[in-house]
């Protein structure tokens, strides 16, 4: 049974920094496309940022491009997801995601198997 596990997400000011963290436990030793998404109260979960198991290819939604930062640790089975220039648009519930048969990055919710509980951010103006 995989696991994930988000962290670091809290409260910052707009323009300030937050750094996201997964832990990906469970399941047989294979490194996995793995992806951050968040969903805001009463709106629909969006994708934010996906990367490939080799970590050569990042894709990141338009909204957080030239501000998130994207990154994983094969060795510790980790994510993250720096976020920086943060904005009141980016309070939302962050979740992690990952899947065992994906062979690119993808920006599609649906493809994922295996998601986190999530980790709330919030951005104050």
């Known amino acids: 049974q995989v696991q994930l596990a988000e962290s670091g997400g809290g409260s910052v000011q707009a323009g300030g920094s937050l750094r996201l963290s997964c832990g990906v436990s469970?399941?047989?030793?294979?490194?996995?496309?793995m992806g951050w998404f968040r969903q805001a109260p009463g709106k629909e979960r969006e994708f934010v940022a996906a990367?490939?198991?080799?970590?050569?290819?990042?894709v990141y939604a338009d909204s957080v491009k030239g501000r998130f930062t994207l990154s994983r640790d094969n060795v510790k089975k980790e994510l993250y997801l720096q976020m920086n220039s943060a904005k009141p648009e980016d309070t939302a519930v962050y979740y992690c995601?990952?899947?065992?048969?994906?062979?690119?990055?993808?920006?599609?919710?649906?493809?994922?198997?295996?998601w986190g509980q999530g980790t709330q951010v919030i951005v104050s103006s």
């Open positions: 990367i490939s198991w080799s970590g050569d290819s990042i």
């Open positions: 469970g399941g047989r030793s294979r490194i996995y496309v």
């Open positions: 995601a990952a899947d065992p048969s994906l062979v690119q990055a993808s920006r599609d919710g649906s493809e994922y198997e295996y």
